[in-house]
């Protein structure tokens, strides 16, 4: 059973907080936020969303490769399958199609909201895939077991 959208921007909002978090921590940790050198030519861009993807593995990445889930979506019990097989999708796969689109939810906040409006109105279909789920060839469903 798909994945109502309720529990989708349940996981969304949890992973929103948590990812950010983790992905601070580790700019911190490297100085990238620190250090002022790092501002003379403006903003360090590349260095932080390289930085925000390895926060997001450490906080993501092994639920990823083994359940199909990030924590958010380990919390709402739902996960990330392949739309053919129903079995978990290779890790690439949703790194590197899927995960891209995780910082559109961020990029609301600097004035790009239609672009997450536009993703999330396509999850309001009859089958419950957004853009990224169509891109990736995914699907969110309800973990077995679990009637809601």
């Known amino acids: 059973m798909n994945a109502t959208v309720?529990?989708?921007?349940?996981a969304a909002a949890i992973d929103?907080?948590?990812?950010?978090?983790?992905?601070?921590?580790v700019m911190l940790i490297t100085g990238a936020l620190e250090?002022?050198?790092?501002?003379?030519?403006?903003?360090?861009?590349?260095?932080?969303?390289?930085?925000?993807v390895v926060g997001y593995l450490m906080v993501n990445g092994v639920l990823l490769w083994?359940?199909?889930?990030?924590?958010?979506?380990?919390?709402a019990k739902i996960k990330i399958v392949d739309h053919e097989s129903g079995q978990v999708p290779a890790l690439w796969?949703?790194?590197?199609l899927r995960a891209p689109f995780f910082p559109l939810m961020?990029?609301?906040l600097i004035g790009f909201w239609y672009l997450l409006a536009l993703d999330l109105l396509m999850g309001l279909r009859g089958d419950r895939r957004c853009i990224h789920d169509w891109v990736s060839g995914t699907k969110v469903v309800?973990?077995?077991g679990d009637k809601n």
């Open 66 to 75: 083994r359940c199909g889930q990030t924590l958010g979506k380990r919390l």
């Open 16 to 25: 929103f907080v948590i990812v950010p978090s983790a992905a601070m921590i």
């Open 142 to 144: 309800a973990v077995a």
């Open 93 to 96: 796969k949703l790194i590197v």
């Open 35 to 52: 250090n002022a050198e790092a501002w003379t030519d403006g903003f360090p861009w590349l260095r932080v969303v390289l930085l925000g």
């Open 106 to 108: 961020h990029a609301t």
């Open 6 to 10: 309720w529990r989708r921007v349940t």
